[in-house]
């Protein structure tokens, strides 16, 4: 079993989807890391990470709109698939959301 702790923000509003006979909210967090390299070349690494979550009646779904920081713990899914765009085999990570609280409003980590 792999476990996830995540604190990012929301990439678009979350959305009420329909799959495999049941709701899910479905939203993107983003984590952005910045640094500078030996020779002060700012770097900027941006990782998107997929977020499905169950409760769809929890009452948090007014709030998880783009750019809202969140904390999210789950389980880690991997997922393999080949991109329409390049044809190139590509790699994401799903967590399957247990848990999701509110850290704030939109800004830079």
């Known amino acids: 079993m792999l476990k996830a702790e995540l604190i990012g923000n ?44 169950s409760k769809t009646d929890s009452g948090l ?17 991997l997922r393999v698939y080949s991109s329409q765009k390049d044809r190139k085999m590509k790699a994401g990570l799903t967590i399957n959301a247990t848990e999701i609280e509110l850290c704030g409003g939109s800004s830079d980590v």
């Open 10 to 53: 929301l990439g678009a509003d979350a959305e009420i989807k329909s799959g495999e006979g049941y709701s899910f909210v479905s939203m993107r967090i983003a984590n952005t890391e910045k640094w500078k390299a030996e020779d002060g070349t700012e770097h900027t690494d941006t990782q998107w990470i997929d977020v499905v979550y």
């Open 61 to 77: 779904l007014p709030f998880l709109k783009s750019g809202v920081k969140v904390f999210v713990r789950g389980f880690v899914r």
